[in-house]
C-alpha cells in the first residue's frame, strides 16, 4: 500500500462547487479504510473504499466540512480568523490484509471556502 497522491496543504471543502479532498492509494487490496484524525490524533469520522484497477480514492471532504462550525467575526477592527473555518487532519490507512499506513506526518488543512477545482493554494490568505 502506497500513498500516491495526498490533498493539497490547504483544501477547499466548502461552496457549491465541487471540492473534493482526495487521497489515492496504490493498494492490491480489495478496500483501503481511511480514519480521518484531527491534528491531536483524536479519529474525527472514518470511511472506505473499494479497490478498482490497482488504485482507491478516498474523498474526505464531506466528513471534514461537517467539522466546521463557521462564525464569521462581526464588525471587528482587525482581520482574525473566523472560529471553526479550518481543520486540521490526516489520514490512518487500513487494507484489507490489516497493512497500516499512518500519515501523520503530513498534515493538512481543510478550509471552508469554495474554490474551482485544483486551485487550492491558500498559503498566501492564511493568518
Same mark, same amino acid.
Given at each position: 500500500m502506497e500513498i500516491l497522491e495526498r490533498p493539497a496543504t490547504f483544501s477547499p471543502v466548502g461552496g457549491r462547487m465541487?471540492?473534493?479532498v482526495v487521497y489515492r492509494i496504490a493498494t492490491d487490496s480489495a478496500y483501503v479504510k481511511a480514519v480521518i484524525c484531527n491534528a491531536q490524533g483524536?479519529?474525527?469520522?472514518q470511511t472506505r473504499?473499494? &479497490?478498482? &484497477?490497482g488504485e482507491v480514492s478516498i474523498d474526505v471532504s464531506? @466528513?471534514?466540512?461537517? &467539522?466546521?462550525?463557521?462564525t464569521i467575526p462581526a464588525g471587528a477592527l %482587525?482581520?482574525?480568523p473566523a472560529h471553526g473555518s479550518s481543520v486540521a @487532519?490526516?489520514?490512518v490507512l487500513e487494507d484489507a490484509q490489516g497493512n497500516v499506513l499512518d500519515d501523520s506526518a503530513n498534515v493538512r488543512h481543510a478550509v471552508a471556502a469554495a474554490l474551482p477545482y485544483n486551485?487550492?493554494?491558500y498559503s498566501?490568505? %492564511?493568518?
Open positions: 465541487p471540492n473534493p483524536e479519529a474525527l469520522s473504499a473499494s &479497490q478498482r &484497477q464531506g @466528513f471534514l466540512r461537517a &467539522q466546521m462550525k463557521l %482587525t482581520v482574525e @487532519f490526516y489520514c486551485v487550492s493554494d498566501g490568505y %492564511t493568518i
